[in-house]
């Protein structure tokens, strides 16, 4: 089992900067494809930005490219996002995912992750 911990949440302005982490246990992380979900109250859980297993090919939703970049340190089994040039729609309860199928090819579909963090919020004020 993976136990995932999301950190680095919070209230910040519009135009600002936040850097979440995610932190796994219990297992090494460092051949999963890992993934940033967002899910804002009334709305399906959304694909932000995904890495490979060795951080060479990224996804991003359009609604962050430019804004976002998604990495990790497979040695301190942690993925990163940071996130500048936060806007209010970006809003949301943001969730960390393991897909732990050792799966070659990122995935964007939160079904084919297999361990999910508690979330953290994040609050962007106009």
């Given at each position: ?19 979440l ?38 996804y ?19 993925v ?23 799966r ?14 508690q ?8």
């Amino acid at each position: 089992q993976v136990q995932l911990v999301e950190s680095g949440g919070g209230l910040v302005q519009a135009g600002g900067s936040l850097r979440l982490s995610c932190t796994a246990s219990g297992r090494t992380i460092s051949s999963y494809v890992m993934g940033w979900f967002r899910q804002a109250p009334g709305k399906e859980r959304d694909i932000v930005a995904a890495i490979s297993w060795n951080g060479g090919n990224t996804y991003y939703a359009d609604s962050v490219k430019g804004r976002f970049t998604i990495s990790r340190d497979n040695a301190k089994n942690t993925v990163y996002l940071r996130m500048n040039s936060l806007k209010p729609e970006d809003t949301a309860v943001y969730y960390c995912a393991a897909d732990g199928s050792h799966r070659v090819v990122i995935t964007t579909t939160p079904r084919d992750y297999h361990y999910w963090g508690q979330g953290t919020q994040v609050t962007v004020s106009s």
